[in-house]
């Protein structure tokens, strides 16, 4: 669900680019020189695991994460996926350079809610085994769901005309969501099991 | 690994800063324009970009398969929407002129830009776009996140690709049920261990040598006669698509 360059109209990337700015200003004064390598690394993760793909029938779709990286990296997402999508435009062809600011907001946005909503649960957490894998499962679902809200939001925004295309864009993109919720719920549970202390206080302190 | 086409290419050889500029003003600059006739021009002029940069023209069309997924999308359904001269009447939905014509301007406008960003940066080495951007003034603290990112894509895609062989070893098969989508979760889950644990040692290695959040680079930048040609040869280019943006029929 990347936004491309030339569909968005001015004011709605001026709005979006001030916003996505504003929310990797946050999430940079959130991590010093001891933790960007670690920050740097995460987004490698989710860049490489944003790669693989999924069969549905005859199609395939790839995994975005935005339920996870949210999860993990709370505010620390916004500059995160801002360096992926990027790297995404300069090498390989997705999103755009004008869009960069939009398909940053919408994304961070949705990690930033994911993270307020479920980070508290998983804290608290310590019962059934199986309670940590649902909060992922959530968190997940929730995740993209909203990252294609605002991806909707900013398109209809732009131009009401859209109205059709994004229901259609948003439509085949069903799938994707149960398909993240399953993947999220299931490494989140695998987190808690092998190294529960980085759901505990976040990956990035250390 | 990103280093496609040719390094020794003319655009290899253009500082990296103007070749930011360059793509950052043509991008804006199509990106809002509601003609055709500077997107016609300005669409050849990025294969010229492709050709410097002797990127392959396959390579460069696989690129463009993620963008024009939404455009077909686009070219499908946006039509419907907009209100104008009937093309195809379809009970009470109508195929519009205007609304076909707005969808490819929209789809000429995002492949040209994408074109032009590959042939500009595509073969840019990664460290040289960073310190690009902070001569632009993007914060040291983004460039630092993106150049630990650009050096670990490949350790971290080598460990998925082990992590995946030692799956298929076990006679995996990717299909679309509970147990895949389970198997990829615990995939990811035990990646992301493993690069935090990496992380921790790459960290604990810096600060052995010395690192105090300050990355050295031994190339310097002299932006040379070429440079200075190149940049006015594109801006007088973008200066008149600019000026047949406003002023043509």
Redesign the interface.
Known sequence: MHIADGVLSGPVIAVSSTLALAGVGIGLSKVDYDTIPKAGILSATFFVASLMHINIGPSSAHLLLTGLLGLLLGWTAFPALAAALLMQTLFFGYGGLTTLGANTLNAGAAAVICHALFFPFIRKEGGRPATPFWIGFWAGGIGILLNGLFFALTLFLSDRDFGETILAVLLAHLPIIVIEAFVTGSAVAFLKKVKPELLQKGPLVS | M?IEGNVHSFINRIDPRVRLLI??LY??C????TRFFPIVLAGPLSFVFVALARLSLKQTFR?????NF??I??L???P???QGEALVQWGSMAYSKE?LE?AV??AL??NT??IT??GL??T?E?AA?GKSMQFFGV?K??I??????????D???DE?RRLRNAMKLRSFQ???N?H???????L??????R??E???R??AA?KCRG???RFYSLTNFHIRMLDFSFLFVCLCFLASLTWLEFFSL
């Open positions: 990103l793509a950052l991008a804006f199509i990106a809002f324009s690129r463009l398969a993620e963008l939404f455009m999308f686009l499908l359904f946006f419907f929407s907009v609304g707005k301007l929209i406008k995002a830009i994408m960003v590959s940066i595509g840019m990664p776009l914060p603290k983004f630092h996140i993106f150049l630990f990112m650009v050096r670990y894509i350790v971290v895609g998925f990717a299909k679309c509970l895949t989508f389970r198997t990829y979760g615990n990811i889950g035990m990646v992301l261990v690069s935090l990496r992380s921790e790459i960290m810096m690192f105090h959040g």
